[in-house]
């Protein structure tokens, strides 16, 4: 597999962490109380923020020669 793919693949895990982060977030808020909401929470930022570090690294990795 090529590098760029590599990368492209690597940023769609991203794509996907945000997308459960944000879908944990809205189930949390809305329907959950107590304990089990601030664990989803907790949880929807750990994934927001592993994302963003993703991102982060794919982005400022630089193009790919070749």
Known sequence: M???MLKMYISFVAMALMFVSVIAAIFGREKL???WK???LTI???C???SGLI???V???GPIEG
Request: aromatic share 20%.
């Open 59 to 61: 982005v400022f990795s």
């Open 48 to 50: 927001m923020v592993i």
């Open 2 to 4: 090529s590098p760029g």
């Open 33 to 35: 109380k107590g304990f």
């Open 38 to 40: 601030n664990l989803v």
């Open 44 to 46: 929807s930022f750990i």
């Open 55 to 57: 991102v982060f690294l």
